[in-house]
């Protein structure tokens, strides 16, 4: 089995969901990168801020939602980063939007 593309990694955490604003991690800029390689998959992931309630919670979703896509005896390196900091510019139009944060 082979490791799976990067847009398909990005479908799967479109469907892990920041319970506090309603709107998937991938629009709401929480991905920082995703990393393919000869001994699996590292994703970068942030948090609206280091003080979220609810980050444990949405790394367990992700790492569920990942781990079906990464087969032995490949690795899932799931990290938790602060730099750069988040902010609403790193959100997509469309979440933006979802929040009434539209131009």
């Known amino acids: ?3 799976p593309t990067e847009e398909a990694l990005c479908t799967v955490l479109r469907q892990v969901v920041d319970p506090e604003v309603g709107v998937n991690i991938v ?3 929480l ?3 995703i990393d ?3 001994n699996g998959v590292v994703v970068r992931l942030t948090m609206t801020s280091p003080a979220c309630p609810m ?3 949405v790394m367990d979703e992700a790492r569920a939602a990942l781990e079906p ?3 032995e005896p490949y690795d899932l390196d799931l990290q938790l980063v602060w730099e750069p900091p988040w902010s609403p510019a790193l959100m997509s139009p469309k979440a933006k939007d979802t929040l009434g944060w539209g131009e």
């Open 27 to 29: 629009d709401l800029g």
């Open 1 to 3: 089995m082979s490791l």
């Open 36 to 38: 393919i390689g000869d």
């Open 69 to 71: 896509l990464v087969p």
């Open 55 to 57: 980050g444990d919670l």
């Open 31 to 33: 991905v920082y990168g």
